[in-house]
């Protein structure tokens, strides 16, 4: 089983509306969690870190974590076209300074 | 502006070739983590400098090898290079444990 997963997509929204983003994963251990965005040809772009079970929303955007159900989420509301890009979930299988561990990311595009 | 810079954007390289990639990060920044993105996938962990020591390595053989300098600059080295080396290579840093790491815009590799 993969440590990390995503649905490849491609996820479709119209505009405006609240692009809903899955990642699930396998370690319980894991203690952090971050969502990056990135445009074709482009390097990551951080937008979300959560570290606790709950929500966390910084803008439009609001990351859900839930360490019972190994699952954490991005929602991004009001979607822009600009939003369309891949979203990568990543995460730190222990505390302290451990390398990241990806997902395949989300291919999310936005219709206007 | 992650503050995190590489070096060159873009390169064409033959079988059997070396390259050295290069990679700056923000002062401070002790820890720098190396990261392959072959197309349609997640970064995938190459390895991770803490003060200038290899404190962690992913499922890379010894011809991928890399080296930390006090002025936070690191390296990337691939000797003997396949076509499977074709990918986008990410350099991140981060300010101390827990913290998120910030890509640099990356290398895209070509192996011809």
């Known amino acids: 089983q993969k440590e990390v997963e995503q649905n490849s997509g491609p996820l479709s929204v119209p505009e405006g509306a609240i692009a809903s983003l899955n990642c699930t994963y396998s370690d319980r251990g894991s203690q952090s969690f971050f969502w990056y965005r990135q445009y074709s040809g482009k390097s990551p772009e951080l937008i979300m870190s959560i570290y606790s079970n709950g929500d966390k929303e910084d803008g439009r955007f609001t990351a859900q974590l839930n360490k019972a159900s190994q699952y954490v989420s991005l929602l991004i509301r009001d979607s822009q076209p600009s939003d369309s890009a891949t979203y990568l979930c990543a995460l730190r299988l222990n505390s302290g300074n451990t390398p990241l561990v990806f997902g395949k990311g989300t291919r999310l595009s936005v219709i206007a | 502006e992650t503050g995190v810079t590489q070096s060159p954007t873009h390169l064409i390289k033959t079988r059997g070739q070396q390259v050295t990639l290069r990679c700056s990060s923000q002062?401070?920044?002790?820890?720098v983590s190396w990261y392959q993105q072959a197309l349609g996938q997640g970064p995938q962990f190459i390895f991770q400098?803490?003060?200038?020591?290899?404190?962690g390595r992913g499922n890379f053989p010894p011809r991928f090898s890399g080296l930390q300098f006090p002025n936070y600059s690191s390296e990337l080295n691939v000797n003997a290079l396949e076509l499977d080396d074709s990918a986008l290579y990410l350099c991140?840093?981060?300010?101390?444990?827990?913290?998120?790491?910030?890509f640099g815009d990356g290398t895209r590799l070509s192996i011809l």
């Open positions: 400098y803490y003060r200038e020591e290899e404190n």
């Open positions: 002062s401070g920044h002790n820890t």
């Open positions: 991140a840093s981060s300010p101390g444990k827990d913290q998120p790491q910030h």
